[in-house]
């Protein structure tokens, strides 16, 4: 089973909502040239995503499956969705890891257990803070990610949480990975430099729609 190296990049291979790109086709293509460019996991949803991108790649593959609500616990929410995309391929598994009521009323412990005893495979935990981290850490996680930093509470920062990285690294004896709009060089160095494991980055590689919204919006009015 493949893990993740420290000092990876991985890139999230996920089409944005309304994006031509939808579809494991293209996603497959995404990870090809995201290996090209020297990505050391793709992180990919949903079990048809991840065979086609598993088809193509030696790669780590983080699998993810976002099933339900959006607005509450979607990130891999059962066990059956993280077995769904272990048997797609994938060799590690990401879940939500906050301290929000989870689908099945199971604590988080009995789905990082499951995957453990039953597809033997690493779990990360996507967290939004501090306190869910070392409860996620507590439960048996492997690694702990920021990815639902922003996503949970009040409105969604245009910045990388630098913070939560920092904060997670000093308390945490697991590794840290550093997720959600971490978009520039910077934003990477940055993260490196409060102590980050490894970083995955989405939308600033793998989204032309909102890369092409960017420069258009920064177009002086005339
Ligand atoms: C909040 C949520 O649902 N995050 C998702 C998790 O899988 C993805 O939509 C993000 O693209 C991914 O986390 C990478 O982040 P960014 O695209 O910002 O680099």
Known sequence: MRTLAPGSLV???QPGPGSPFRGPVAMALMAQAAEAGGAGAIRANGPEDVAAIRAVTDLPIIGIHKLGDPAGVFIT???EAAAGVVAAGADLIALDGTLRPRPDGQP????IARVHTELGVQVM???DTLEAGQAARD???DLVATTLSGYTKSRTPIEPDV???RRLTAKLDRPVVAEGRIRTPDDVRAVFDAGAYAVVVGHAITDPMD???RLVGAIPAR
């Open 211 to 213: 890369l092409t919204a």
């Open 163 to 165: 913070e939560l990285v």
């Open 139 to 141: 439960a048996g996680a």
């Open 77 to 79: 929410p059962t066990y």
């Open 125 to 127: 935990a996507d967290v």
């Open 11 to 13: 890139v999230s291979c």
């Open 108 to 111: 988080l412990a009995h789905q």
